[in-house]
């Protein structure tokens, strides 16, 4: 027989009517509410989507926390499941039991249709302790990846420190998290600014050199980080260049047309650089050419460094 949802039989009772705390997909912020919680003896649960059937709105490992309390944070959709699925963990918490609940196709909430047609899994686990968080938290603040390994059969969720992909690891599931996107930005120029300030907006960690001083040491650029050289002088630019082109970020992006890039290449040649690490950098910069303007030059470098942000964690997944 079909069921209505959870959500929409108890819709009357206010007490079991959950309630979004925050907007955020950030999963820093959705496990620092979590440990928070629990850190404040109230309880909760973390919801983990673990399974996708046709299209998703969310990729596997997304996560949603929610308190006893109904108060909760995070997406596992496109907002269309997440009232329902906070209500389950509610009663998970309420039960003491975790469980496993499938919203969209072969689901026994009818009412509840995800518009891709599909379906997705969701695993709703009562945390015990804020270690495993914390653990993850502390890695990223520390630059490192990080994981959370949950165990259905067990019920239990520990921390890993390496870069497991996630999915299903047999009877585990594995959640990779990746340190924050770290943009180091160069240039004394009004477009460092404009894209320094979009940056930041987008939730990167910004770091801008003006010119005359270096507030990004070589050391800040690692492999979850971008390197934009905005500079209008390419004698200027050369040491930040050469000091990204021996690291390891995931994106090098310079200033220039076609014709500045071919002199920055015969310059870097010059100084001793193989053709294969000068193929590293992005020139012109940006997803679209000749933007004239420095908020469209902004937009342009940024949807070009989260599209490669994108691929350099696709090929650390293979």
Not at 216 to 221: G, L, R, S, T
């Amino acid at each position: 027989m079909l069921k209505l949802s959870p959500v929409i039989e108890q819709a009357d009772d206010y007490l079991l009517t959950p309630e979004q705390a925050f907007l955020t997909d950030n999963s820093v912020e959705i496990l620092r509410f979590a440990a928070e919680a629990i850190s404040n003896g109230v309880a909760v649960a973390l919801v983990t989507l673990v399974g996708i059937l046709g299209g998703g709105a969310r990729a596997l490992g997304a996560h949603m926390a929610v308190r006893e309390d109904g108060l909760y944070c995070g997406f596992v959709s496109g907002g269309c499941v997440e009232g329902a699925a906070a209500y389950e963990a509610m009663q998970a918490i309420s039960s003491g039991n975790d469980r496993t609940v499938v919203y969209g196709k072969g689901s026994p909430w009818f009412d509840i249709v995800l518009p891709c047609g599909g379906s997705i899994t969701l695993s709703i686990h009562n945390l015990r302790s804020a270690e495993p968080l914390l653990a993850v938290l502390s890695a990223l603040d520390q630059r490192r990846p990080a994981g959370l390994r949950y165990h259905p059969q067990s019920q239990t969720l520990q921390s890993m420190m390496s870069d497991r992909d996630t999915g299903w690891n047999g009877e585990f599931f594995d959640t990779r998290y990746r340190p924050c996107t770290r943009a180091v930005i160069y240039g004394r120029s009004i477009e460092a600014e404009i894209t320094a300030g979009l940056a930041q907006a987008t939730g990167y960690e910004v770091h801008i050199s003006d010119g005359t001083s270096l507030h990004a040491p070589p050391a800040a650029i690692d492999s979850d980080t971008a390197v934009i050289l905005l500079y209008h002088d390419l004698h200027r630019e050369l040491p930040a260049l050469q000091a990204a082109l021996a690291a390891t970020p995931f994106y090098i992006g310079a200033l220039g047309s076609r014709r500045t890039h071919r002199e920055r290449v015969q310059r870097l040649t010059d100084l001793g650089w193989h053709a294969h690490d000068i193929a590293r950098i992005k020139a012109p910069i940006g997803i679209f050419p000749k933007a004239r303007d420095a908020h469209s030059l902004a937009l342009s470098v940024l949807a070009d460094v989260a599209a490669a942000r994108l691929n350099s964690m696709d090929k650390k997944a293979c």
